[in-house]
T-cell receptor, first 115, second 114 residues
Framework: GESVGLHLPTLSVQEGDNSIINCAYS??????FIWYKQESGKGPQFIID?????DKRQGQRVTVLLNKTVKHLSLQIAATQPGDSAVYFC??????????????FGQGTILTVHP | DTEVTQTPKHLVMGMTNKKSLKCEQH?????MYWYKQKAKKPPELMFV???????INESVPSRFSPECPNSSLLNLHLHALQPEDSALYLC?????????????FGPGTRLTVT
């Protein structure tokens, strides 16, 4: 069946380091991917998205890479800060051509940034 | 304004109670969603409304009843819930065709069923 998963459940880094969070997906028909950050007690917060016709997209301090050949997605955070500590979810859109999103979330990675 | 609001923030209810969760957005989004999230798990889709019509019901038990009174509001009516229904209930919204697919989430309602 369709699934979106993460390789590492936890990631611990020092402040100022770069962080890389990985995600594998299995539905080769997925055409849209999105990363969310969820802090304790809050709803998921949109970070960055990418469509399947791209392999890289950059935002402020974040970069998403998409490798369709191996069905792999990654989120790179530059100069990680303590405020980046949260659970990070990748999500795959499998709306089947509809105009709204039907997201399937990965299991999440806990990022801890040490000062 | 990219805000989705949800009320109440916390809710404790007995198994015989009837309660409702409310969600509101003023971004002009025409798709709205309910998700359920258990502790240390990812959000799981429950319902999708598109242009105020129910488009997706992910085989959710009938003790959960969604309602979309207008394009800005989404309700989730709860009746005869079970303790295992205790979870964080998240509302989200997104643009429809021509717009982005990114969903904007509210802060959630933390539900405890006793």
């Amino acid at each position: 069946g369709e699934s979106v998963g993460l390789h590492l459940p936890t990631l611990s880094v020092q402040e100022g380091d770069n962080s890389i969070i990985n995600c594998a997906y299995s539905n080769s028909a997925s055409d849209y991917f999105i990363w969310y950050k969820q802090e304790s007690g809050k709803g998921p917060q949109f970070i960055i998205d990418i469509r399947s016709n791209m392999d890289k997209r950059q935002g402020q301090r974040v970069t998403v890479l998409l490798n369709k050949t191996v069905k792999h997605l990654s989120l790179q955070i530059a100069a990680t800060q303590p405020g980046d500590s949260a659970v990070y979810f990748c999500a795959e859109n499998n709306a089947g051509g509809t105009s709204y999103g039907k997201l399937t979330f990965g299991q999440g990675t806990i990022l801890t940034v040490h000062p | 304004d990219t805000e989705v609001t949800q009320t109440p923030k916390h809710l404790v209810m007995g198994m015989t109670n009837k309660k409702s969760l409310k969600c509101e957005q003023h971004m002009g989004h025409r798709a709205m969603y309910w998700y359920k999230q258990k502790a240390k798990k990812p959000p799981e889709l429950m319902f999708v409304y598109s242009y105020e019509k129910l488009s997706i019901n992910e085989s959710v038990p009938s003790r959960f009843s969604p309602e979309c009174p207008n394009s800005s509001l989404l309700n989730l009516h709860l009746h005869a819930l079970q303790p295992e229904d205790s979870a964080l209930y998240l509302c989200a919204s997104s643009q429809e065709s021509g717009g982005g697919l990114e969903q904007y989430f509210g802060p959630g309602t933390r539900l405890t069923v006793t």
